[in-house]
Protein backbone atom coordinates (compact mmCIF):
# COMPACT_ATOMS: atom_id res chain seq x y z
CA UNK A 1 0.00 0.00 0.00
CA UNK A 2 1.21 3.43 -1.13
CA UNK A 3 1.06 6.73 1.25
CA UNK A 4 -1.62 7.73 -0.43
CA UNK A 5 -3.60 5.41 0.46
CA UNK A 6 -3.20 5.79 3.29
CA UNK A 7 -5.66 7.80 5.21
CA UNK A 8 -4.11 10.24 7.82
CA UNK A 9 -7.03 13.03 8.89
CA UNK A 10 -10.69 13.75 7.79
CA UNK A 11 -12.04 16.79 7.95
CA UNK A 12 -15.36 16.87 7.63
CA UNK A 13 -16.51 14.23 5.24
CA UNK A 14 -13.38 14.69 3.18
CA UNK A 15 -9.94 12.70 3.96
CA UNK A 16 -6.71 13.86 3.41
CA UNK A 17 -3.49 10.37 2.98
CA UNK A 18 -0.50 10.87 4.25
CA UNK A 19 1.66 11.04 1.33
CA UNK A 20 -0.54 14.97 0.75
CA UNK A 21 0.60 15.61 4.45
CA UNK A 22 4.50 14.74 4.42
CA UNK A 23 4.59 16.48 1.43
CA UNK A 24 3.36 19.60 2.57
CA UNK A 25 5.31 18.77 5.92
CA UNK A 26 8.85 18.96 3.54
CA UNK A 27 7.40 21.88 1.56
CA UNK A 28 6.72 23.97 4.64
CA UNK A 29 9.77 22.88 6.97
CA UNK A 30 7.65 22.45 9.83
CA UNK A 31 6.82 18.91 10.74
CA UNK A 32 3.78 19.72 13.17
CA UNK A 33 1.95 18.08 9.92
CA UNK A 34 -1.61 17.06 11.31
CA UNK A 35 -2.15 20.53 12.76
CA UNK A 36 -0.39 22.40 9.57
CA UNK A 37 -2.52 20.07 7.10
CA UNK A 38 -5.98 20.70 9.62
CA UNK A 39 -5.56 24.56 8.90
CA UNK A 40 -4.73 23.42 5.23
CA UNK A 41 -7.70 21.69 4.38
CA UNK A 42 -9.95 24.16 6.41
CA UNK A 43 -9.16 27.10 4.56
CA UNK A 44 -9.30 25.17 1.32
CA UNK A 45 -12.95 23.83 1.71
CA UNK A 46 -13.85 27.72 2.81
CA UNK A 47 -12.22 28.82 -0.31
CA UNK A 48 -14.33 26.41 -1.96
CA UNK A 49 -17.56 27.34 -0.43
CA UNK A 50 -17.12 31.16 -1.42
CA UNK A 51 -15.51 30.70 -4.60
CA UNK A 52 -12.18 31.59 -3.23
CA UNK A 53 -9.86 31.05 -5.70
CA UNK A 54 -6.04 32.02 -6.92
CA UNK A 55 -4.12 32.88 -10.23
CA UNK A 56 -1.28 31.91 -11.84
CA UNK A 57 0.77 34.96 -11.30
CA UNK A 58 -0.10 34.79 -7.25
CA UNK A 59 0.64 30.76 -7.40
CA UNK A 60 4.31 31.55 -9.09
CA UNK A 61 4.94 34.81 -6.65
CA UNK A 62 4.43 31.76 -3.76
CA UNK A 63 6.83 30.00 -5.40
CA UNK A 64 9.32 32.37 -5.85
CA UNK A 65 8.78 33.59 -1.88
CA UNK A 66 9.43 29.55 -1.35
CA UNK A 67 12.54 29.52 -3.10
CA UNK A 68 14.15 32.65 -1.44
CA UNK A 69 13.01 31.53 1.81
CA UNK A 70 15.10 28.47 1.24
CA UNK A 71 18.22 30.28 -0.51
CA UNK A 72 17.33 27.92 -4.19
CA UNK A 73 17.75 31.17 -6.60
CA UNK A 74 18.49 29.07 -9.52
CA UNK A 75 15.87 26.76 -11.13
CA UNK A 76 18.26 24.20 -11.00
CA UNK A 77 18.87 24.24 -7.51
CA UNK A 78 14.95 24.39 -6.96
CA UNK A 79 14.64 20.77 -8.88
CA UNK A 80 17.44 19.38 -7.25
CA UNK A 81 16.14 20.10 -3.81
CA UNK A 82 12.82 18.93 -4.60
CA UNK A 83 13.94 15.34 -6.00
CA UNK A 84 16.00 14.81 -3.47
CA UNK A 85 13.22 14.67 -1.17
CA UNK A 86 10.90 12.52 -3.97
CA UNK A 87 8.93 15.46 -4.53
CA UNK A 88 7.78 16.94 -7.82
CA UNK A 89 6.93 19.92 -9.30
CA UNK A 90 3.55 19.68 -9.46
CA UNK A 91 3.76 19.25 -5.55
CA UNK A 92 5.71 22.90 -5.36
CA UNK A 93 2.82 23.99 -7.52
CA UNK A 94 -0.17 23.15 -5.06
CA UNK A 95 2.00 23.73 -1.75
CA UNK A 96 2.01 27.18 -3.67
CA UNK A 97 -1.30 27.16 -4.59
CA UNK A 98 -2.37 27.03 -0.77
CA UNK A 99 0.12 29.61 0.34
CA UNK A 100 -1.35 32.19 -2.12
CA UNK A 101 -4.89 30.60 -1.48
CA UNK A 102 -4.21 30.99 2.34
CA UNK A 103 -3.50 34.69 1.90
CA UNK A 104 -6.32 35.45 0.62
CA UNK A 105 -9.04 33.68 2.58
CA UNK A 106 -6.95 35.50 5.79
CA UNK A 107 -8.09 38.68 3.82
CA UNK A 108 -11.60 37.34 3.38
CA UNK A 109 -12.30 36.66 6.78
CA UNK A 110 -10.67 40.35 8.00
CA UNK A 111 -12.16 42.72 5.90
CA UNK A 112 -13.55 45.08 7.98
CA UNK A 113 -12.14 44.29 11.34
CA UNK A 114 -8.78 45.40 11.48
CA UNK A 115 -10.06 48.77 12.66
CA UNK A 116 -12.26 47.52 15.26
CA UNK A 117 -9.75 45.44 16.66
CA UNK A 118 -7.14 48.31 16.73
CA UNK A 119 -9.30 50.18 18.64
CA UNK A 120 -10.60 47.83 21.38
CA UNK A 121 -7.34 47.10 21.65
CA UNK A 122 -5.12 50.11 20.90
CA UNK A 123 -2.70 49.45 24.29
CA UNK A 124 -1.57 46.23 23.35
CA UNK A 125 0.14 47.78 20.39
CA UNK A 126 1.96 50.95 22.80
CA UNK A 127 5.10 50.60 22.91
CA UNK A 128 7.79 52.29 24.90
CA UNK A 129 11.57 52.77 24.16
CA UNK A 130 13.78 51.62 27.45
CA UNK A 131 17.27 51.80 28.94
CA UNK A 132 17.87 49.29 32.19
CA UNK A 133 20.78 49.05 35.16
CA UNK A 134 20.27 46.06 37.26
CA UNK A 135 21.79 45.54 40.22
CA UNK A 136 21.81 43.00 43.33
CA UNK A 137 21.00 45.33 45.95
CA UNK A 138 18.37 47.57 46.63
CA UNK A 139 19.77 50.02 48.58
CA UNK A 140 22.92 50.74 45.57
CA UNK A 141 19.81 50.83 42.72
CA UNK A 142 18.13 53.76 45.13
CA UNK A 143 21.69 55.38 45.38
CA UNK A 144 22.39 55.01 40.99
CA UNK A 145 18.94 56.22 40.81
CA UNK A 146 19.41 59.46 42.83
CA UNK A 147 22.65 60.09 40.90
CA UNK A 148 21.51 59.89 37.43
CA UNK A 149 18.35 62.38 38.52
CA UNK A 150 20.92 64.36 39.85
CA UNK A 151 22.71 64.58 36.40
CA UNK A 152 25.26 61.56 35.76
CA UNK A 153 25.04 59.93 32.78
CA UNK A 154 22.64 56.87 32.68
CA UNK A 155 24.60 54.77 30.59
CA UNK A 156 28.14 55.70 32.53
CA UNK A 157 26.42 54.18 35.45
CA UNK A 158 25.04 51.00 33.53
CA UNK A 159 28.46 50.62 32.58
CA UNK A 160 30.03 50.66 35.77
CA UNK A 161 27.67 49.32 37.56
CA UNK A 162 25.11 47.02 36.16
CA UNK A 163 25.20 43.04 36.35
CA UNK A 164 23.44 42.81 33.24
CA UNK A 165 25.44 41.45 30.67
CA UNK A 166 23.13 41.74 28.05
CA UNK A 167 22.66 45.65 27.67
CA UNK A 168 25.41 46.72 29.58
CA UNK A 169 27.93 47.39 27.11
CA UNK A 170 24.75 49.67 24.74
CA UNK A 171 24.37 51.40 27.96
CA UNK A 172 21.60 49.67 29.35
CA UNK A 173 19.63 49.72 26.05
CA UNK A 174 17.04 47.32 25.60
CA UNK A 175 15.13 48.93 22.86
CA UNK A 176 11.39 48.68 22.14
CA UNK A 177 9.41 47.00 23.70
CA UNK A 178 5.31 46.39 23.93
CA UNK A 179 3.21 45.74 27.33
CA UNK A 180 3.53 41.98 26.16
CA UNK A 181 6.66 42.22 26.12
CA UNK A 182 7.87 43.33 29.39
CA UNK A 183 7.47 42.17 33.11
CA UNK A 184 4.55 43.45 34.82
CA UNK A 185 6.68 45.72 37.39
CA UNK A 186 8.38 47.33 34.91
CA UNK A 187 5.16 47.77 32.66
CA UNK A 188 3.18 49.15 34.96
CA UNK A 189 6.08 51.72 35.65
CA UNK A 190 7.39 52.45 32.17
CA UNK A 191 3.52 53.32 30.44
CA UNK A 192 2.95 55.78 33.18
CA UNK A 193 5.78 57.53 33.11
CA UNK A 194 6.90 60.76 30.57
CA UNK A 195 9.99 60.58 27.93
CA UNK A 196 13.23 60.48 29.65
CA UNK A 197 11.99 59.54 32.96
CA UNK A 198 13.99 57.01 35.22
CA UNK A 199 12.28 54.85 37.99
CA UNK A 200 12.39 52.80 40.31
CA UNK A 201 13.90 50.57 41.87
CA UNK A 202 11.53 47.88 40.54
CA UNK A 203 12.79 44.09 42.40
CA UNK A 204 12.16 41.35 39.74
CA UNK A 205 13.70 37.68 40.54
CA UNK A 206 15.88 39.45 43.77
CA UNK A 207 17.34 41.72 41.49
CA UNK A 208 17.12 45.25 41.40
CA UNK A 209 16.23 47.22 38.37
CA UNK A 210 16.53 50.95 37.57
CA UNK A 211 14.13 52.09 34.14
CA UNK A 212 15.13 54.72 31.53
CA UNK A 213 12.20 55.46 29.30
CA UNK A 214 13.86 56.84 26.19
CA UNK A 215 10.59 57.43 24.53
CA UNK A 216 7.17 56.79 24.40
CA UNK A 217 5.66 55.08 21.32
CA UNK A 218 1.91 55.49 20.83
CA UNK A 219 -0.02 52.55 19.01
CA UNK A 220 -0.13 53.49 15.48
CA UNK A 221 -2.54 51.42 12.83
CA UNK A 222 0.39 51.15 10.51
CA UNK A 223 1.12 48.22 8.03
CA UNK A 224 3.20 46.07 10.45
CA UNK A 225 0.37 46.93 12.84
CA UNK A 226 -2.76 45.52 10.02
CA UNK A 227 -0.70 42.74 9.42
CA UNK A 228 -0.26 41.85 12.93
CA UNK A 229 -3.86 42.01 13.62
CA UNK A 230 -4.77 40.33 10.40
CA UNK A 231 -2.57 37.28 11.69
CA UNK A 232 -4.75 37.63 15.39
CA UNK A 233 -7.82 37.68 13.65
CA UNK A 234 -7.18 34.87 11.01
CA UNK A 235 -5.76 32.65 14.08
CA UNK A 236 -8.96 33.48 15.74
CA UNK A 237 -10.95 32.39 12.72
CA UNK A 238 -9.50 29.42 12.53
CA UNK A 239 -9.67 28.16 15.43
CA UNK A 240 -12.85 29.01 15.40
CA UNK A 241 -13.50 26.78 12.50
CA UNK A 242 -11.36 23.98 13.62
CA UNK A 243 -13.80 23.57 16.90
CA UNK A 244 -16.64 23.64 14.37
CA UNK A 245 -15.12 20.95 12.00
CA UNK A 246 -15.23 17.33 12.50
CA UNK A 247 -11.93 16.52 12.78
CA UNK A 248 -10.78 13.02 13.19
CA UNK A 249 -7.32 11.97 13.55
CA UNK A 250 -6.03 8.21 12.83
CA UNK A 251 -4.49 6.03 15.79
CA UNK A 252 -1.07 6.50 13.96
CA UNK A 253 -1.15 9.85 14.90
CA UNK A 254 -1.72 9.15 19.09
CA UNK A 255 0.47 7.35 21.33
CA UNK A 256 -1.75 4.57 22.22
Given at each position: ?194 PE ?6 EI ?48 WT??
Amino acid sequence: MSLDQVAALQVDERSYSLAAILRSAVLRGSFGAIDDYVAHALVASFAEENGIAVGQEEIQEAVNDWRVGNGLYQASEAANWLAERALSMADLAEFARMQALTERVRKHVTAGKVERYFTEHRSLFEAVTLSQLVVNERGLARELRFKALEGELFYTLVRTYSIDESSRLAGGYIGRKERAQLPKAIEAQAFGAAPEAIVGPLEIDKKFYVIKVEEICPAELNGDTRARIERILFDEWLAARCKEANVRKPALWTRD
